[in-house]
C-alpha cells in the first residue's frame, strides 16, 4: 500500500512473535532441564554436587561460546552491568545448589512441586519491580496453578520434612534470577545471559570445591548434606559420559531460558514452566517406582488447566493486536 512505512509491517510481526517465542523458549528451555534433573539425581549418591557443577560447566562452555558468536558475537560479551549480572549468576548457583540437593533426598515429584511456588513469586517480583500489567485472568491462571501444588503438597508427605525448604529456597532465588533477567535483558543477547552465567557457575563451583572438595566437612547423616559435601573423586567412564551430558544440557536450557525470558514478559512465560510438573512424575514412575496419589494427578491437572488458559488469553491478546493496534499502525 502507498505510503504505509517499510517497517510497519515488521514492528507488527514483532509484537505477534515475541510472546509466542518466549512461551516456546521456556518451554524448551524447562523439558532439558527435567532430563539433567533426572541425571543429576542418579549421580547424587556418588558424587558431590560443586563436582557435577563444575565439570557441567566447563563442558557447556563450548556450545555456549558457538551460541554468543552467533547471537550477536564475542563483543556482546561487554555487558553495561556487570554487578548486576554477577548478583544474576549468585542468585542462579543458590537456586540451582539448593534445588540439586533436595533432589538427593526427596521424590523428584515433590520437589518439583515445591520448586512451582516460583511462578507466582514471578509474578509478583515482575508486577513490584518491573511494573509489568498484569491482568486479572493472567493472575487467576497463575494463582490456579500454585493452587495445583498446594493440592500435591499433602499435610504429612515428605514435602513437610525441614529439607522441603530447599526447594522453596530455590523457588525464592530463581525468581529473582528471573526479574533481573527480564531488567538486564533488553541490553543483553540471550546467549551473552547464559555464557555469563556459566562462567559464574565454574567460578563458584570450583571456590566451594577448593574447600569442601578434600571430603573434610563431609557429612553422611542426611541425603543433602553428603550431597554438598562429598569428597571430589574422578568418576568412571559412563558417569563422566553422563556429567558431560549435562554441559550440554545446560548450554541448551540455559540459552532458551535466557533467551525466553529477554523477549517475554516473565509473567507471561513463567506459566510455562509447570510442564516440567508432569515430566518429573513420569520420570518418577519410570525411574524410581515412584507413583504419585490422586491428589498428585488432581493437582497436576489443574497446573496444566491453568497453563492452557494462560496461552489462550495470550491469543485473544495476539486477535487484539492484531485487529486494534495492527491498524493503527498502517495508518
Not at 554436587?49 to 566447563?58: D, K, P, S, Y
Not at 498446594?150 to 499435610?155: A, D, G, H, K, R
Not at 566437612?217 to 556429567?243: C, E, K, Q, Y
Amino acid at each position: 500500500m502507498a505510503g504505509k512505512p517499510a517497517y510497519a509491517d515488521q514492528e507488527v510481526l514483532n509484537l505477534l512473535d515475541s510472546p509466542l517465542k518466549g512461551i516456546l523458549l521456556v518451554s524448551g528451555g524447562i523439558a532439558v532441564f527435567g532430563l539433567q534433573d533426572v541425571i543429576i539425581r542418579s549421580l547424587s549418591g556418588e558424587y558431590a554436587a560443586m563436582e557435577i557443577m563444575f565439570v557441567r560447566g566447563l563442558v557447556a562452555l563450548v556450545p555456549m561460546a558457538f551460541l554468543v558468536y552467533w547471537d550477536g558475537g564475542f563483543t556482546s560479551l561487554r555487558v553495561r552491568h556487570p554487578y548486576i549480572n554477577l548478583l544474576r549468576g549468585l542468585l542462579m548457583v543458590c537456586s540451582y545448589t539448593a534445588f540439586y540437593m533436595s533432589l538427593a533426598a526427596m521424590p523428584i515429584a515433590d520437589v518439583t512441586a515445591i520448586f512451582f511456588v516460583s511462578p507466582l513469586i514471578v509474578t509478583l517480583f515482575s508486577a513490584l519491580f518491573l511494573r509489568e500489567s498484569v491482568g486479572i485472568r493472567r493472575w487467576s491462571a497463575v494463582i490456579a496453578g500454585f493452587l495445583g501444588v498446594l493440592i500435591i503438597v499433602q499435610p504429612g508427605s515428605s514435602s513437610l520434612d525441614p529439607v522441603a525448604l530447599l526447594p522453596l529456597l530455590a523457588s525464592v532465588t530463581y525468581a529473582a534470577s528471573v526479574v533481573i533477567t527480564r531488567r538486564i535483558g533488553r541490553a543483553q543477547t540471550g546467549a551473552s545471559l547464559a555464557f555469563i552465567a556459566m562462567l559464574i557457575f565454574i567460578v563458584a563451583s570450583s571456590i566451594l570445591g577448593g574447600i569442601t572438595g578434600d571430603g573434610s566437612f563431609a557429612n553422611d547423616s542426611h541425603p543433602s548434606t553428603a550431597f554438598l559435601l562429598r569428597a571430589w573423586v574422578m568418576p568412571d567412564g559412563h558417569d563422566l559420559l553422563l556429567i558431560g551430558s549435562c554441559g550440554l544440557i545446560s548450554a541448551c536450557g540455559f540459552y532458551c531460558l535466557s533467551q525466553g525470558y529477554r523477549i517475554a514478559q516473565a509473567s507471561l512465560v513463567a506459566p510455562f514452566e509447570f510442564i516440567s510438573m508432569p515430566m518429573a512424575v513420569i520420570w518418577g514412575i519410570v525411574l524410581w517406582n515412584e507413583y504419585p496419589p490422586a491428589t498428585t494427578i488432581i493437582g497436576i491437572a489443574i497446573i496444566i488447566g491453568s497453563g492452557l488458559y494462560a496461552l489462550q488469553r495470550e491469543a485473544a491478546h495476539r486477535r487484539y493486536l492484531n485487529t486494534g493496534r495492527g491498524v493503527r499502525l498502517r495508518l
